[in-house]
């Protein structure tokens, strides 16, 4: 049996920044992940000491682990009403399942990864709206530009390693565009907070916390992000959960509060 560290691990709860931009119970499609990549990760050195590749754990545990994940959301869904439910199983089934498989047959596996993470906006809109916004399909596509922002700046961590074991990725077909690229994703997530703000109606606070305050760190971290080196860019990364998300949250909570 495996130990409580061990699923921990399997579930990335203990890479905290990557829950805060997550959010439980999207540990069940890191696992669904890890499970379909076992041999690629063992090729790269950034996780070939993950819990399936180093044999830490076996892949029948793992089914069984991913099992529980699903049986409780599915459980959770289904007091959601018709829309809601739909957008959830096809986030949780074709969407999440499929992604895995993307990186063998595109460069492009962040795009999926975008549209798999962040379906859940239109589907809060449809939890208490029974319909699907504007604002909320305007804000999913920032948050697509978002995961493109942070997961470009996580795959530069691997680049080397991906050439060698054979991974497509959106950072190998842009190469020396990549800061390019990432300087566009910027505009698109800052330009959503915009747009979705004056829709509301939200107040100065809401602008100058979230959209100041999150495009100056956007900012910040475009400039100083080191794209050749691992370390600059996992800290990057993570301080889109630790600082960003957060910035960005309480400007919406005040916004909330004042409303």
């Not at 669904?32 to 076996?58: C, E």
Request: hydrophobic share 50%; glycine share 8%; with cysteine.
């Amino acid at each position: 049996m495996p130990s409580v560290s061990t699923l921990i691990e399997l579930s990335r709860i203990d890479r905290f920044a990557g829950t805060l931009i997550l959010f439980w119970p999207y540990g069940g499609g890191c696992v669904w992940n890890d499970i379909i990549d076992m041999n690629l990760d063992a090729q790269v050195g950034r996780t070939k000491h993950r819990p399936l590749p180093s044999g830490r754990i076996t892949i029948t545990t793992a089914l069984v682990f991913l099992s529980m994940h699903l049986i409780l959301l599915f459980g959770l869904s289904t007091y959601l009403n018709p829309i809601a439910w739909k957008l959830a199983f096809l986030t949780v089934v074709p969407l999440t399942g499929i992604y895995p498989f993307m990186k063998r047959i595109t460069y492009l596996p962040q795009v999926w990864l975008g549209i798999t993470l962040n379906t859940p906006v239109v589907l809060a809109s449809a939890i208490f709206k029974d319909n699907i916004s504007i604002a909320s399909v305007i804000l999913a596509l920032g948050c697509w530009s978002w995961t493109m922002w942070y997961d470009t700046i996580y795959g530069s961590q691997d680049k080397k390693d991906d050439v060698q074991a054979g991974v497509k990725s959106i950072v190998l077909l842009l190469d020396h565009y990549t800061r390019t690229a990432l300087c566009l994703f910027a505009t698109f997530i800052v330009s959503s907070w915009v747009i979705c703000g004056i829709l509301a109606g939200s107040s100065a606070p809401y602008f100058m916390v979230t959209v100041g305050g999150g495009g100056f760190l956007l900012l910040q971290d475009l400039l100083r992000v080191d794209l050749e080196d691992p370390k600059s860019c996992l800290r990057a990364f993570e301080r889109n959960g630790f600082l960003i998300g957060p910035i960005v949250w309480l400007g919406f909570l005040i916004d909330y509060i004042i409303m």
